[in-house]
């Protein structure tokens, strides 16, 4: 039973990601999902949330309009769709469901 994030890298400022966040041995699609980052020095901060049917989202303010949170059930894995991506949005991003945490995904935004 875990979560396993990719999807993260090197992106020059204005460019895009999508994160994937795979589920293994349960069914992803029956919990809320979120993905969390966390900057150097900084505490961990939710970023977007996706309910179970995927029928409602949650966005902190600071990547409102950017960044789309979405799942696919017939994978098991809910992604993170980050356009229009800054410098602060370097961290390491992580994937929350069902009281499990996945190890994370680097993203470095930087020219």
């Known amino acids: 039973v875990q979560l396993v994030e990719s999807g993260g890298g090197l992106v020059q400022p204005g460019g895009s990601l999508r994160l994937s966040c795979a589920a293994s041995?349960?069914?992803?699609?029956?919990?809320?999902t979120t993905w969390y980052r966390q900057a150097p020095g900084k505490e961990r901060e939710l970023v977007a949330t996706?309910?179970?049917?995927?029928?409602?989202?949650n966005y902190a303010d600071s990547v409102k309009g950017r960044f789309t949170i979405s799942r696919d059930n017939i994978k098991n894995t809910v992604y993170l769709q980050m356009n229009s991506l800054k410098p602060e949005d370097t961290a390491v991003y992580y994937c929350y469901a069902r009281r499990l945490w996945g190890k994370g995904t680097l993203v470095t935004v930087s020219s």
């Open positions: 996706i309910t179970s049917s995927g029928s409602s989202t």
């Open positions: 041995g349960f069914t992803l699609s029956s919990y809320f």
